[in-house]
């Protein structure tokens, strides 16, 4: 199918709750193009280079979401536009964004990276240090992020009994905290392979990329 049709196909798939991120990293902006001319009008990169170049050339009414492991000292470039970053799996990176976001003025919306997978090829925090980390009052006082929600990525498996344990263990340590914290209104979980299964977990956020544009050379 196109890039069209398989765009079509999935949204007809997602509840009107659900937000679609496009990953179109090492995907050229001639793709990107078809899929913005459609409606979509939010897309997921893994590396700052090539998300900022992107920014450079495709309008202006995008959103950009960092979707991939996030090192420190590359949130500079990405300060000025970024929407939401989806990777924050330390206080040190959450420090850095806040910092480079007040030098524009700016607040940045950041999920919390859990790690629920069991690869330990995988980042993120465990229950303990993320409740540690939002209970920090050194973390309360950041006026330039503000953490929106959680983000989780499955084990690559072909056992989908263990892909649902595991999201579903993140959606449980979703429901303990968005009580106590408003702005928690992101659960970013699920992919080309499993987000069907995530979808029936409780995701209200899918990262998408092959199903769309193809799979990667």
């Given amino acids: 199918m196109s890039i069209k049709e398989n765009l079509s196909s999935i949204l007809s798939t997602l509840p009107e709750s659900v937000t679609l991120v496009a990953v179109s990293k090492t995907k050229p902006i001639s793709d990107l193009q078809q899929v913005y001319d459609e409606g979509q009008r939010i897309f997921g990169e893994n590396r700052v280079q090539e998300m900022t170049e992107k920014w450079e050339n495709m309008p202006k009414d995008i959103e950009w979401h960092m979707i991939g492991h996030l ?41 919390l990276q859990v790690h629920i997978a069991e690869e330990d090829t995988k980042f993120g925090f465990d229950e303990d240090e993320l409740l540690a980390l939002v209970e920090n009052e050194e973390f309360k006082a950041y006026k330039h992020v503000k953490i929106v929600g959680l983000m989780g990525m499955a084990t690559f498996t072909d056992d989908m009994n263990q892909v649902r344990r595991e999201f579903k263990s993140l959606k449980s340590l979703y429901t303990k905290l968005e009580n106590t914290y408003p702005n928690f209104t992101i659960l970013s979980m699920g992919m080309s392979g499993d987000y069907k299964i995530a979808l029936e977990e409780g995701s209200t956020m899918v990262r998408i990329g092959s199903s769309i544009f193809g799979t990667r050379k």
Avoid: F, W
């Avoid at 590359?74 to 964004?97: F, N, Q, T, W």
């Fill in 71 to 111: 090192q420190r000292n590359k949130v500079k470039y990405m300060a000025e536009y970024v929407s939401l970053v989806h990777g924050v799996d330390s206080p040190r990176l959450l420090a850095e964004i806040n910092k480079q976001a007040e030098k524009y003025n700016r607040t940045i919306s950041c999920l």
